[in-house]
């Protein structure tokens, strides 16, 4: 059977935005794939093979192969082919190349994948996809090697299976209980050193970048996150050794110095924390020249002195938390569980030990937002802000997911419509979370969430 992957090129809303993707989802399920003997595997990254064309899209750009190019670049022997959809955001994208999928290839199956179909089931099945996968994605695409067929496969759905509407699509795709079962990310496939040219987050002038994903799932309930129709609630790590055997190898390989750990629970054991960071001092000692940042926010109530201090000796530039707000009635609100004292501790640690960089996520315009809860906020985040020089924010405004709490609730509650649902889908201004207001009621104009925003903002610029 032969495979072919195709990763989407992006959609972003100005023509120079650079933000990249190490396509560390695809690149696992490739390697699954491998591990269990299936060789016979394409794999075409729209976005990395045209990082440099830039063409007018909807209401915004695409950076990316053309849609005619991916054509192009898919073997006409090929039984299926999967897309992987990373954001909600490439959902019109990604229904454009699998309706020319299927007008080119009628004969092929093509099975959709990634975030989008995920968190937005109902409306990634009004695509031409035969199969759409809700959930991790390295068990599904194995059985669909095997032969397996799709309509006993766990969280796969067919707009067929799905049209009389009684059909679950919660129901997730099964999980991978240890991940260390699971073989490294594809370090064997071609172009791969231009990934590391440029990170994540694609900053001009970086050291050689690398991606790192130990652990996956959140038991948490936060109402603004999507992570669970994807990961799941239960948290599964991957052992420190495990980490460690994979930094060394692309260190050793690629001749990385920089890592990015991408986890939204990095920390959420202590002592499996602990050994990583000795294992990344250990490194360093041995000659190795790390530096790595946490960039997708880490718990602050899962940090202690001890983890400071080992953050700071394992050469972390950048530490991100995941504060949300300095209102503890706007936190019991946003289902965030989170002491506000213990908070200012740890960030104080964080400025102590001279952390180059702590910034802290800060939701502002969050329905239940009053006033006296903003003004609330406002003097706790000047408090965090005299700790020092290096501590800034990273705002945003609240925006209602697909697959989240917050999005049922503001539908419910009639803070958004229908018509604010499609739009996330084709309307540049709604990718911008920093700016884009769309929940507004009970109090919230865009005007006000606006000049809210910009106090947050203004508090971290001196």
């Known amino acids: 059977m032969k495979i072919t992957f195709i990763h989407t090129p992006f959609i972003y809303m100005e023509e120079d935005d650079l933000r990249h993707s190490h396509c560390l989802g695809l690149r696992s399920i490739i390697s699954y794939l491998k591990f269990h003997g299936f060789k016979d595997i394409d794999y075409i990254d729209a976005l990395q093979e045209g990082f440099d064309t830039v063409t007018p899209f909807a209401a915004g750009y695409l950076r990316g192969l053309t849609i005619e190019q991916i054509l192009d670049r898919v073997s006409p022997d090929t039984d299926i082919v999967g897309i992987s959809v990373p954001f909600s955001q490439l959902a019109l994208i990604a229904h454009r190349i699998v309706e020319g999928l299927k007008q080119r290839f009628p004969e092929v199956t093509v099975v959709m994948g990634g975030v989008y179909p995920s968190t937005s089931p109902e409306r990634a099945l009004t695509s031409k996809a035969d199969w759409i996968v809700v959930g991790e994605g ?9 032969g397996i067929s799709p309509e006993i496969i766990p969280g796969v759905y067919s707009p067929i299976r799905s049209r009389d509407g009684t059909t679950d699509l919660r129901r997730q795709a099964e999980f991978i209980a240890v991940l260390d079962d699971l073989p490294f990310p594809d370090y064997e496939l071609p172009g791969l050193a231009a990934y590391f040219e440029r990170g994540q987050r694609a900053k001009a002038g970086w050291e050689l970048t690398a991606a790192v994903v130990t652990s996956r799932g959140c038991p948490f309930h936060c109402e603004f996150c999507s992570v669970h129709p994807v990961a799941g609630y239960k948290w599964r790590a991957r052992s420190p050794g495990h980490v460690l055997e ?21 920390t959420f054991n202590k002592e499996r924390t602990v050994q990583i960071l000795e294992g990344i001092i250990r490194l360093r000692e041995a000659g190795h020249r790390i530096q790595w940042r946490v960039p997708n926010g880490i718990r602050i109530d899962t940090v202690d002195r001890e983890i400071v201090a080992l953050f700071k000796r394992a050469n972390c530039k950048q530490v991100i938390l995941a504060l949300e707000h300095g209102s503890p009635e706007m936190l019991d609100i946003m289902g965030k569980r989170l002491s506000l004292d213990k908070a200012y501790e740890v960030i104080k640690d964080f400025a102590q030990v001279g952390l180059e960089a702590i910034g802290l996520f800060v939701i502002t315009g969050y329905p239940g937002e009053t006033d006296a809860y903003f003004e609330t906020s406002l003097d706790y985040l000047r408090q965090l802000k005299r700790l020092g020089g290096n501590i800034y924010a990273v705002t945003s405004i609240a925006q ?15 803070y ?27 109090g919230l104009t865009k005007d006000l969430v606006l000049r809210r925003e910009s106090l947050v903002t203004d508090i971290f610029k001196s």
């Open 138 to 146: 390295e068990k599904v695409f194995l059985q669909l090697a095997q």
């Open 400 to 414: 209602p997911y697909p697959g989240t709490a917050l999005m049922a609730r503001c539908l419910k509650e009639g």
């Open 246 to 266: 994979e930094l060394e190898l692309v260190i050793k390989s690629f001749g990385i110095t920089r890592f990015e750990i991408e986890d939204d629970n990095f």
């Open 416 to 442: 958004v419509g229908a018509q604010a649902v499609e739009d996330f889908f084709t309307c540049k201004t709604i990718w911008h979370s920093a700016k884009a207001v769309i929940i507004e009621g009970a």
